[in-house]
């Protein structure tokens, strides 16, 4: 396996090979930065992550979402999963307000990669849902979101999509002014709710800027309208229905949480290249509700006759560094325009604490590096090649380490090319991922290739609109924890077994998709289907280990298929003031084939109705979002309630338009109604918060 060392000096001996470094990245800059190629509509918005060349979302096919600064700022949350959660087709995990992953069109877990600027975020997230993800959203600028196989840019484990959380963190443009920024400040009754976060860009000289960003996030313990535990569960324990009469607000112990972290970079910026790095920090204290120190055997039972004490709350304590490099540059060499690098390196540990003791301790130390070559225009002909290099160095040690030390190794190679025939563009690609895991305990490796291929059309019947059908194949190696596992994983309530056979995963997807937008009317409907070959999944074997139940890793043929729409209408303008409404709903739909059932935490039907106003000094909106009961269940489920959700908000600005400032007072949950999300682990034993008025403030500069 490479070494860290020879690795890094691989990527500057290519870099270098290649040209001097780079210039305005798209996917961490300014969106209007990279020239789109104009198919006859409007291209306001770039989206960096579909593709290395720059791509309007209005041409991307597959699903995709793209939150700007204004809707980070309406939608922000503790938790990236939950910023994210009510964008159709994406999901939350929700393992409280600490951990909380997105879930995209029923898939989650290592199907979705989780970048920060490009490059992964390098923790151990994937590993468990009670795992958070490694910094926080308060410093974003902007976040992307890929909908189903991914895996031609960004690797095998992207074959269910990706969310690109994007920040300024290292400078590709001198601000014009000398210095930009923005800040955010928020507090939230639901849980005594306090969050700030800014960034800073300052320029130098006129070819060198610095940047400083850093966030703030403290939250008690949470309300919740009535008993945590759901009545499908008191129900299947056999419990008398009176035997519980709480209070009708409640309260979730041990769900507090304190986030914070920054980073420092810089930026050297020429006429046609760039080279800068940063350094960030986070740091995560946060309690897992329900979690406690587990006992083993005998010992396990010894206590329970003898009464012992009430065990110990489990909270998890996390700590990231990370450096990242990015690079690009202008030039001209054989079929080659432009040349980019993003390098990134993180070094992460979280301990469980169990009281005042430090039970299961994670550490993963990675690396992961794309070269990405941006082809010059041949006629109608235009795309880009890349390499792509990935290491993890996992471990954990503890009691409950379910997973032995494992080093994975992935590398890469890629091509996404795009014609353009009048009203017609045409789009392939292929990639192919060399995989290997080796079990450090007991001297096993695991090697894979993987193929990917992607194919599509699009076609604009006016300059306006687009008809869109993309055909993927998707192949997915199995993760260390699939291959490995072997101990008690009590964030699932499970003995995991991993199973060393496991093949590759092959995923089959056709989508179709119809955009349209114009100045009073926008519309956006995907409608895929996705046919698994030898899918992995979860499945109890009917033993006990450790008083938890044992479940291994199988593999078995699988069916999803969904859509995603949302449309909205401006219905009336006059002079600074219009009102429009909009709606979105979602829908998935997984089962395993032959007849074996349906999979677990697949997400029912929702739809939600929304109306804004907008004007010079103050801005409104009201939305009512309907989600469906949940009882197409797998066979160790239980079915979940549906529930209907209200949400007001009212901004004000005092400076108009002319000063981007907003005061703005939200209303979530008005109703206080009970809701809970199938597609979370902990969905029968923690409820989502009940109402909660928030007050934020957000100011760019």
Request: hydrophobic share 35%.
């Amino acid at each position: 396996m490479m070494s860290m060392l020879s690795s890094s000096r691989l990527f500057c001996l290519l870099f270098a090979a290649s040209a001097t470094p780079a210039f305005a990245d798209p996917a961490s800059s300014d969106p209007g930065q990279g020239q789109g190629h104009d198919h006859g509509h409007e291209m306001e918005e770039i989206f960096s992550t579909a593709t290395p060349h720059a791509k309007s979302q209005m041409d991307v096919l597959q699903g995709s979402s793209l939150l700007t600064e204004e809707q980070l700022d309406k939608m922000m949350a503790a938790t990236i999963g939950e910023t994210l959660s009510g964008v159709p087709g994406v999901h939350s995990t929700f393992f409280g307000p600490g951990a909380s992953r997105p879930v995209i069109r029923g898939l989650g877990g290592d199907r979705i990669r989780m970048l920060t600027n490009g490059i992964g975020t390098i923790d151990a997230a994937n590993t468990s849902p009670d795992h958070a993800v490694a910094g926080d959203p308060l410093t974003a600028r902007r976040v992307e979101v890929l909908k189903g196989a991914s895996t031609l840019i960004y690797g095998n484990n992207a074959i269910g999509g990706v969310v690109n959380i994007i920040d300024d963190r290292i400078p590709t443009v001198i601000p014009e002014e000398g210095f930009e920024g923005r800040a955010r400040l928020g507090y939230g009754t639901v849980a005594d709710d306090f969050s700030a976060g800014a960034a800073v860009t300052a320029a130098v000289d006129d070819r060198f800027a610095v940047h400083v960003n850093g966030y703030y996030r403290n939250t008690g313990d949470y309300d919740i309208p009535g008993s945590a535990e759901s009545d499908a569960l008191h129900e299947a324990e056999g419990h008398d229905e009176h035997a519980e009469e709480e209070a009708a607000e409640g309260t979730v112990e041990n769900s507090s949480l304190e986030n914070k972290g920054g980073a420092f970079g810089f930026g050297w910026v020429n006429d046609n290249s760039m080279l800068g790095a940063s350094l960030s920090y986070s740091k995560s204290n946060y309690g897992v509700p329900g979690g406690h120190a587990h006992e083993h055997g005998e010992e396990e039972e010894d206590h329970e006759e003898e009464g012992h004490e009430e065990e110990a709350p489990v909270r998890v304590d996390l700590e990231q560094v990370r450096f990242d490099l990015k690079g690009e540059s202008e030039m001209d060499f054989a079929i080659f325009q432009q040349a980019r690098l993003r390098f990134g390196y993180g070094d992460y540990e979280h301990k469980e604490l169990e009281g005042s003791e430090t039970g299961t301790v994670f550490k993963n130390k990675g690396w992961e590096g794309r070269l990405e070559l941006i082809q010059k225009d041949r006629g109608n002909w235009h795309g880009s090649m890349g390499l792509h290099l990935r290491s993890r160095d996992f471990e954990a040690i503890g009691d409950e380490a379910f997973v032995p030390p494992t080093d994975t190794f992935q590398w890469g190679i890629f091509a996404v090319e795009e014609v353009e025939l009048e009203q017609v563009i045409l789009d392939i690609g292929a990639r192919f991922d060399y995989q290997t895991t080796d079990n450090n305990a007991l001297d096993i490796s695991r090697s894979f290739n993987t193929v990917s291929l992607s194919a599509g059309a699009a076609y604009h019947p006016t300059e306006e609109s687009l008809i869109g059908i993309n055909i993927s194949r998707a192949e997915r190696a199995p993760t260390a924890e699939e291959l490995f596992s072997n101990g008690p994983h009590l964030a699932t309530g499970a003995f995991e077994l991993g199973n060393g056979t496991l093949s590759t995963e092959k995923g089959l997807t056709a989508e179709l998709s119809f955009k349209y937008q114009n100045e009073r009317f926008n519309a956006v409907f995907n409608l895929y289907h996705s046919w698994y070959q030898d899918f992995i999944y979860e499945v109890e074997t009917g033993e006990m280990e450790d008083g938890l139940e044992v479940f291994q890793f199988r593999q078995d043929d699988a069916t999803f298929w969904g859509f995603e729409a949302e449309a909205a209408y401006k219905i009336w303008e006059q002079a600074d003031q219009s009102l429009s409404i909009d709606v979105m709903a979602d829908y998935v739909r997984a089962k395993l084939d032959d007849d074996l059932g349906d999979l677990p935490r697949i997400p029912p039907f929702r739809i939600g109705f929304g109306a804004d106003y907008a004007s010079e000094y103050i801005d409104g909106r009201a939305e009512v979002r309907f989600v469906s009961e949940q009882d197409r269940i797998s066979e160790h489920e239980l079915p979940t309630e549906g529930y209907t959700e209200i949400n007001l908000e009212a901004s004000w600005k005092p400076m108009g338009n002319a000063e981007d400032l907003a005061v703005r007072l939200q209303v979530q949950n008005l109703t206080n109604a009970e809701r809970r999300l199938h597609t979370s682990f902990l969905k029968d034993l923690l409820p989502l918060p009940g109402r909660n008025f928030r007050l934020s403030v957000n100011f760019g500069f």
